[in-house]
């Protein structure tokens, strides 16, 4: 199961609208998705209009459970039909408290990993993606050692520089500690506005320099708020739209092995 965590600890730079709509555009290419939405905030299982999940079943207690006594029963209780080959693992209230929960225990950084293990043993999904919550804590952290590989939604403005070293500096000192490989594939520049001039493009040459390669580039579009608000993927909801064409790209890249896109040239037809 190709596993992949949208993760910035920066608050609203895109984490989940790249989550739903790119695991939607994996699924239109034949892909059978699940969507994990690990955020307390719960947006993903919102957006996606997909009830909360329930107790006994929810996302926290199972992530709290004692790992060897977890079936791939208790597990299959999480996931919700949601689009055509797109599921969802959701969140509910209890979320909120399993942070907390969790640094009070052992091995807390592998918990989701014996989760999807039971998922990967259903054999009913090709890739996973994980909205990670807007922080660096042990949820992030059970996100990354789960996938093992991350993508960066980032926005190209001043403080998305900073926000990335510090991330930059964090994972690595992850991978250090836990003796894991994080594979930090590449950038998502989101909210792209080109109308905003000389800041945004001079602030998208510098993110170019950073260590990680951008992957591609989103346009802020109204369709992807009307898409979110109508509880569907911009894929399905504007299929023709230049939002869902960049949310295509961004998924061949991926499958494709992570080939930077050719920023100039995606931003410059992200403005259009
Ligand atoms: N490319 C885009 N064009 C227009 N609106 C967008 C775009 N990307 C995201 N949005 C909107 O911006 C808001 C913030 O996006 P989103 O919730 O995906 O960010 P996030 O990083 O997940 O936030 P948080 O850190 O709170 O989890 C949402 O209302 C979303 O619909
Ligand atoms: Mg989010």
């Not at 050692?145 to 992850?174: C, I, N, W």
């Not at 170019?208 to 591609?216: D, E, F």
């Not at 998924?251 to 995606?266: F, H, K, N, W, Y």
Request: hydrophobic share 45%; charged share 20%.
């Amino acid at each position: 199961m190709y596993t992949l965590a949208v993760m910035n600890q920066k608050g609203g730079v895109g984490k989940t609208a790249v989550t739903i709509n790119l695991g939607a555009a994996l699924a239109e290419k034949g892909y059978r998705v699940l969507l994990v939405d690990l955020d307390p905030q719960g947006h993903l299982t919102e957006a996606c209009g997909v009830p909360e999940t329930t107790a006994p079943a929810t996302l926290a207690k199972t992530l709290l459970a004692d790992a060897d006594k977890l079936t791939t029963e208790d597990v299959r209780l999480l996931l919700t039909p949601w689009r055509d080959r797109v599921d969802v693992i959701a969140t509910n209230i209890d979320a909120f408290l399993l942070e907390r929960e969790l640094y009070r225990m052992r091995g807390v950084e592998w918990r989701l990993q014996r989760v999807l293990e039971h998922v990967e043993s259903l054999d009913v999904y090709d890739a996973c993606v994980i909205d990670c919550p807007p922080s660096l804590g042990v949820l992030t952290d059970n996100a990354l050692v789960a996938a093992g590989q991350a993508l960066v939604p980032v926005q190209s403005e001043d403080s998305a520089l900073r926000a990335l070293r510090l991330l930059l500096e964090q994972v690595a000192t992850m991978q250090a500690e836990l003796r894991v490989q994080i594979d930090l594939l590449g950038m998502v520049v989101n909210l792209f506005d080109k109308r905003r001039g000389q800041i945004v493009t001079s602030t998208l040459e510098t993110l170019r320099t950073m260590s990680l390669p951008i992957l591609g580039v989103v346009a802020d579009r109204t369709a992807i708020r009307e898409a979110w608000r109508a509880g569907l993927p911009v894929v399905e909801y504007a299929p023709d739209s230049p939002s869902a064409v960049t949310f295509r790209e961004l998924a061949a890249t991926l499958i494709e092995g992570g080939q930077p896109a050719d920023a100039e040239a995606a931003a410059a037809g992200a403005g259009q």
